[in-house]
């Protein structure tokens, strides 16, 4: 059986990339960073998973993954013997991350070459970002400094940017209740990848569509549907709701959330080209499902990492700067923007140091630093005005 080297066993690790490669008839080895869950996946090699019909999700379905196992990412030698002979490798960390799994990557590419293993291998980014592929590529080819070992990168590895479409909300308490290691996910199948990335062979995995134009279904995806998604995590945040079904079914909340990927949706079809009427008929079911309180999912998960999420090609910014180039003025996502300045949670990290941020430097700081703003740019004053008028608590949604 061949061998999927996944990092990241979390949501998607196992709530999406266990169950492609168990019906694709290839062994999991996850490489994490959470001792206990990597003692579990060890002790049973398997684990159960929950996959909620999104038209009848009273009728989930359970089905048992098979064939995985783990290692720990800080034992270095086993992940270099592991990638040695893999058939493919592949990740869902969270971006912030990805950093960090350079060097093992490295390491491993380098045992393959030194054993004389020059079979091409794939590396498939499961993250929600743009440009994926072009910034892991920059990491790896930095970290291999030498030429010979660059030019071994461009001929035998196919880094490739996918797209995951399946959602898999925070697990509660008692959704693990039984097994730490289950896990509910979102019924989406699909498996949307860029066709021309690879090296080689194109691994056959179940679901996997090979797509000639990736770049504007991924970015689509960025700033059109994980957009609606981020602006209804803080918009509600700033009205104190902890759901994403509670914040939707907010009248008002809902309005801002359909202009908002209204503006980046149309910008969007400008830049590429192409037809807006899918990209409308997907939005109004995206928040017609956030509202279904079945598929709920928390707004501290959904707004994590604000600082990643307001950097200046990611879904506020991003979707606001191209509306700008359209001629679009993007007042909702600058609304948007404003109310993830105010996205203050304890156990985000991120979230914390962007309140660090505000406190020594105020929100110009972020605007300049993160969104990467001018000073003097329209989108600089509507978020700072808007962020002015939510600290003063006028109610303006
Ligand atoms: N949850 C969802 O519905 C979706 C998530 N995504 C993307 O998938 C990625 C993962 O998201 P989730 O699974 O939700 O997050 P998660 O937090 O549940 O999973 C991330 C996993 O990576 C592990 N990890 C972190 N640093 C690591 C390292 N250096 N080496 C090895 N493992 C490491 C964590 O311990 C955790 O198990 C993110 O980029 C997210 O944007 C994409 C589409 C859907
Ligand atoms: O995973 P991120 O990038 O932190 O953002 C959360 C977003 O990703 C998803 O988990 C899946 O696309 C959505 O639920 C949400 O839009």
Same mark, same amino acid.
């Given at each position: 059986?061949e061998?999927v080297?996944?990092?990241g066993?979390?949501?998607?690790?196992?709530?999406?990339?266990?169950?492609?490669?168990?019906?694709?008839?290839?062994?999991?080895?996850?490489?994490?960073?959470?001792?206990?869950?990597?003692?579990?996946?060890?002790?049973?090699?398997?684990?159960?998973?929950?996959?909620?019909?999104?038209?009848h999700?009273k009728?989930?379905?359970e089905?048992?993954?098979?064939?995985?196992?783990?290692?720990n990412i800080?034992d270095?030698?086993?992940?270099?013997e592991?990638?040695?002979?893999?058939?493919?490798i592949?990740?869902?960390?969270g971006?912030?991350?990805?950093?960090?799994?350079?060097?093992?990557?490295?390491?491993?590419?380098k045992?393959?070459?030194?054993?004389?293993?020059?079979?091409?291998?794939?590396?498939?980014?499961?993250?929600n970002m743009?440009?994926?592929d072009?910034?892991?590529?920059?990491?790896?080819v930095?970290e291999?400094?030498?030429?010979?070992?660059?030019?071994?990168?461009?001929?035998?590895?196919g880094?490739?940017?996918?797209?995951?479409?399946?959602?898999?909300?925070?697990?509660?308490?008692?959704?693990k209740?039984?097994?730490?290691?289950?896990?509910?996910?979102?019924?989406?199948?699909?498996?949307?990848?860029?066709?021309?990335?690879?090296k080689?062979?194109?691994?056959?995995?179940?679901?996997?569509?090979l797509?000639?134009?990736?770049?504007y279904?991924?970015?689509?995806?960025?700033?059109?549907?994980?957009?609606?998604?981020?602006?209804v995590?803080?918009?509600?945040?700033?009205?104190?709701?902890?759901?994403?079904?509670?914040?939707?079914?907010?009248?008002h909340?809902?309005?801002?959330?359909?202009c908002?990927?209204?503006?980046?949706?149309?910008?969007?079809?400008k830049?590429?080209?192409?037809?807006?009427?899918?990209?409308?008929?997907?939005?109004?079911?995206?928040?017609?499902?956030?509202?279904?309180?079945?598929?709920?999912?928390?707004?501290? $998960?959904v707004?994590? &990492?604000? *600082?990643?999420?307001?950097?200046?090609?990611?879904?506020? %910014? @991003? =979707?606001?700067?191209l509306? #700008?180039?359209?001629?679009?003025?993007?007042?909702?996502?600058?609304?948007?923007?404003?109310?993830?300045?105010?996205? $203050?949670v304890?156990? &985000?990290? *991120?979230?914390?140091?962007?309140?660090?941020?505000?406190? %020594? @430097? =105020?929100?110009?700081?972020? #605007?300049?630093?993160?969104?990467k703003?001018?000073?003097d740019?329209?989108?600089?004053?509507?978020?700072?005005?808007?962020?002015?008028?939510?600290?003063?608590?006028?109610?303006?949604?």
């Amino acid at each position: 059986m061949e061998k999927v080297v996944h990092f990241g066993p979390g949501n998607i690790g196992r709530g999406f990339f266990g169950q492609l490669y168990y019906e694709s008839k290839l062994e999991t080895v996850y490489v994490g960073v959470t001792k206990e869950k990597i003692q579990l996946l060890n002790k049973y090699r398997q684990y159960p998973l929950v996959v909620m019909d999104a038209d009848h999700v009273k009728e989930a379905k359970e089905m048992i993954i098979k064939n995985v196992r783990a290692i720990n990412i800080s034992d270095l030698q086993k992940v270099e013997e592991e990638i040695s002979n893999a058939y493919l490798i592949s990740t869902s960390v969270g971006a912030k991350n990805l950093i960090h799994i350079v060097k093992p990557i490295v390491k491993g590419l380098k045992r393959r070459w030194e054993n004389k293993e020059y079979s091409k291998i794939n590396i498939l980014l499961g993250e929600n970002m743009v440009d994926t592929d072009i910034y892991f590529k920059e990491l790896l080819v930095k970290e291999l400094q030498d030429d010979h070992l660059i030019n071994m990168l461009n001929e035998y590895v196919g880094i490739v940017d996918t797209s995951v479409e399946r959602l898999v909300p925070n697990m509660t308490k008692e959704m693990k209740q039984g097994n730490p290691l289950k896990i509910y996910a979102g019924s989406s199948y699909d498996f949307p990848v860029n066709k021309y990335a690879f090296k080689g062979e194109i691994p056959r995995i179940k679901n996997m569509i090979l797509l000639d134009s990736f770049q504007y279904y991924k970015t689509r995806k960025i700033f059109v549907y994980n957009s609606l998604h981020a602006v209804v995590a803080y918009l509600g945040f700033v009205k104190g709701y902890q759901h994403i079904s509670e914040a939707i079914n907010d009248h008002h909340i809902r309005y801002i959330v359909y202009c908002s990927a209204l503006e980046s949706g149309k910008a969007l079809a400008k830049e590429f080209n192409v037809s807006f009427t899918e990209t409308l008929d997907k939005i109004n079911s995206m928040i017609e499902r956030l509202r279904d309180p079945d598929l709920d999912d928390t707004i501290i $998960r959904v707004g994590r &990492d604000p *600082l990643r999420k307001l950097s200046d090609n990611d879904r506020i %910014i @991003g =979707g606001a700067k191209l509306a #700008l180039k359209h001629r679009i003025l993007p007042l909702n996502l600058c609304l948007a923007a404003a109310a993830a300045l105010h996205f $203050r949670v304890p156990t &985000d990290n *991120l979230s914390n140091v962007m309140q660090d941020m505000i406190d %020594i @430097g =105020g929100p110009e700081e972020v #605007l300049e630093k993160i969104c990467k703003l001018q000073s003097d740019s329209i989108l600089w004053g509507l978020i700072l005005g808007y962020y002015e008028i939510i600290s003063k608590g006028y109610k303006i949604f």
